[in-house]
């Protein structure tokens, strides 16, 4: 049985932990095991540069703060080496990121399974999440299918006008001959 002191400040990583599960619109759980030293001093200044809190998680900790937020779907993944990416602001950003470094050749990066808004997502959906546009490509993809139709209409009204303009210019032409 731990002393005070020790479960004290286990249960204060729980809290410290469970409050960031709580706070995170997204994350992503990954096996980092056999990851050289480089890769992972990259990734982690690729994570701090995107707004990302990256930490290798201990499973039994992790396991009571995932509980305590309602995310018990993580339990089967807890186990093994894993390190938790999560974003406070952007959902997709943890995704991408590890997605990224995961498929690169010689990568050690599995990832195990992820979460967004509350909802446990498989690896498939992790990889699928990071394969959406950013925020601005589809922020723009809506505001150029709002303003089609829009552009439509004045191309309409500007051939009608066009086409005014050409018969009356023709029958001016007339008159004039």
Same mark, same amino acid.
């Given at each position: ?6 479960? $004290?400040?286990? #249960?204060? +990583? ?7 599960? #709580? ?11 056999? !990851?050289?030293?480089? !890769?992972? !001093? ?21 396991? &009571? ?11 089967? &993944? ?28 010689? $990568?050690?990066?599995? +990832?195990?399974?992820? &979460? ?5 997502? $498989? ?27 829009? $552009? ?18 023709? +029958? ?6």
């Amino acid at each position: 049985m731990p002393n005070a002191k020790v479960l $004290s400040e286990k #249960q204060a +990583i729980v809290e410290a932990l469970a409050e960031k599960l #709580q706070n995170s619109c997204a994350g992503v759980l990954v096996d980092y095991s056999g !990851t050289d030293v480089a !890769t992972d !001093t990259q990734l982690r200044r690729a994570m701090r540069a995107a707004g990302v809190e990256y930490a290798v998680v201990k499973n039994t900790l992790a396991r &009571f703060a995932a509980n305590k937020v309602g995310y018990e779907g993580l339990d089967p &993944f807890l186990n093994g080496p894993t390190a938790l990416a999560i974003s406070a602001k952007d959902p997709v950003a943890p995704a991408k990121l590890l997605c990224e470094y995961a498929n690169k050749k010689d $990568s050690n990066i599995k +990832i195990k399974v992820g &979460f967004v808004e509350g909802k446990i997502i $498989s690896e498939k959906e992790v990889q699928a999440l990071a394969e959406l546009p950013s925020r601005e490509v589809l922020v723009a993809k809506v505001l150029g299918t709002m303003i089609a139709p829009v $552009s439509g209409l004045v191309n309409v009204l500007n051939a009608n006008i066009r086409g005014l303009a050409v018969a009356l210019n023709a +029958i001016a032409e007339k008159k004039s001959a």
